[in-house]
C-alpha cells in the first residue's frame, strides 16, 4: 500500500537545527526546533552585534525501528 503522504512530496520528520556564535562566551552554540518560523526567530534574536551570526539548517529524521514498526502496524 503506497503512503499518500510521501507520494505527494510531504516531509514530515524534520527537525530544524539552529548554529549560532555565542558572542559572550566565543562558543558555537546549537539549538533544536519542531518548526521553521521558531528557528529562524530564534536564530534572528542571535544577531546581537557585527560579530554575530546564525544559521538554521532543515535537517530530515530517520525512524528508529519503534517507529518503523508503528508504522507497519497502522498501515
Request: negative net charge.
Amino acid at each position: 500500500m503506497e503512503n499518500k503522504q510521501e507520494s505527494r512530496g510531504e516531509i514530515h520528520n524534520v527537525e530544524f537545527h539552529v548554529s549560532y556564535l555565542d558572542t559572550l562566551s566565543g562558543r558555537v552554540e546549537h539549538e533544536a526546533f519542531s518548526d521553521r518560523p521558531a528557528a529562524e526567530r530564534f536564530a534572528a534574536a542571535q544577531l546581537k552585534d557585527e560579530d554575530s551570526w546564525a544559521v538554521v539548517d532543515a535537517v530530515v529524521l530517520r525512524a528508529t525501528q519503534g517507529q518503523e514498526r508503528a508504522q507497519q502496524l497502522v498501515a
